[in-house]
């Protein structure tokens, strides 16, 4: 797929949850958007390139703006209103990995997801609700002894973005499974002419490990939307620093 495709399905998808447009992704230095969309209260900052992205709902602006106003992207990250910073990656050059040997492997989409209903241990990549319902569009596992140890899915989070996740049982892990899944999963939705993305903390370094060997790259970095308001955690800790 054109990686100009892949970045501007990404920008449309960013610029959606930030409420911008998606040609203010492509600039650089700090961008503070009054977010008219997202639910209140709603606090989100978000890199991507050059760019930093301050975006919250616009009785919160004036505040979150007094406090990150004049920092460098790093400070920016490190303050304490940020929470929970999760990594993003793209395809760049993804492998024609080898599927480790000792297993049975299967690939399933749409309607027949329903055949995994009921599945429960795979919470990154397959989960389904009270209804049997999911938002996994597709799966690649492995099985062992006729059972499913290693499962990497992925679901549309907007047209034509899809994000992934993996999971192994704890006493397959190790042994190369959840690349290759992940690898292997990527492969098919860009020959379907979707675009693929996974998604890390920045405190899971074997998560991030798994999308390094799988062929991604990193994209965009954001935090959780996380609110000032009243029940927000770390509204003291503001309150003692700033």
């Avoid at 679901?155 to 992934?164: A, D, H, K, N, P």
Wanted: aromatic share 8%.
């Amino acid at each position: 797929m054109n990686p100009c495709i892949i970045i501007n399905t990404v920008r449309a998808y960013l610029a959606a949850q930030l409420d911008c447009a998606p040609e203010d992704l492509s600039g650089s230095g700090v961008l503070y958007v009054p977010n008219r969309t997202a639910q209140p209260p709603f606090v989100k900052l978000a890199v991507i390139g050059g760019r930093v992205v301050v975006s919250a709902s616009p009785e919160l602006l004036p505040q979150v703006k007094a406090l990150t106003q004049g920092r460098t992207r790093d400070e920016l990250f490190e303050l304490p209103l940020v929470y929970g910073q999760t990594i993003h990656f793209i395809p760049d050059q993804v492998s024609d990995m080898p599927l480790p040997a000792g297993y049975a492997y299967h690939l399933l989409e749409g309607e027949a997801l329903g055949q995994l209903a009921g599945l429960s241990g795979f919470p990154n990549s397959l989960a389904f609700d009270e209804e049997g319902h999911t938002g996994t569009g597709m799966v690649c596992f492995a099985q062992f002894q006729d059972q499913i140890i290693a499962l990497a899915g992925a679901g549309e989070q907007s047209q034509g973005l899809w994000e992934m996740g993996v999971d192994t049982s704890p006493s397959h892990r190790g042994r190369g499974l959840g690349t290759a899944l992940i690898s292997w999963l990527a492969r098919e939705l860009l020959a379907r002419e979707r675009v693929p993305f996974y998604s890390a903390s920045v405190t899971n370094i074997g998560s991030q490990s798994v999308a390094h060997r799988s062929g991604l790259r990193p994209c965009w970095m954001d935090t959780y939307s996380n609110v000032l308001g009243e029940d927000y955690i770390y509204k003291e800790c503001i309150k003692l620093v700033f």
